[in-house]
């Protein structure tokens, strides 16, 4: 593929412009098609690098968890806490009336 140069003369300047030159054509041979039953099509591989793997065992679903309980589990009286300067918070005033 050569270039070819073209001068061309402006204002007393010269300028180089390069072009490509036109492309060869590309001659192609079809290929000859083959009688024998052995055409080229696409098949699936068989080499053993190419094969699915032996079925493997799945790990065991997760297991349920138990519902919580719906029993209280404090049977007997609850307890809280009281500490003995709590009536203090609550004074009335009665004085005013």
Excluded: W
């Excluded at 073209?6 to 390069?18: E, P, T």
């Excluded at 030159?21 to 591989?45: A, G, V, Y």
């Excluded at 699915?52 to 519902?67: D, E, F, G, Q």
């Excluded at 589990?73 to 004085?95: C, Q």
Aim: contains cysteine; hydrophobic residues 30%; glycine residues 6%.
């Amino acid at each position: 593929m050569g270039i070819s140069e073209k001068l061309h003369q402006m204002d007393g300047g010269h300028v180089v412009l390069k072009s490509p030159s036109p492309l060869k054509p590309i001659l192609t041979k079809s290929m000859e098609k083959k009688d024998d039953d052995e055409e080229e099509e696409c098949s699936t591989p068989t080499r053993a690098e190419s094969r699915i793997c032996s079925k493997l065992t799945c790990p065991p679903a997760p297991k349920k968890r138990k519902p919580a309980s719906s029993r209280c589990l404090y049977a007997g009286v609850r307890e809280f806490f009281n500490p003995p300067d709590f009536e203090t918070l609550f004074v009335r005033n009665l004085k005013g009336a």
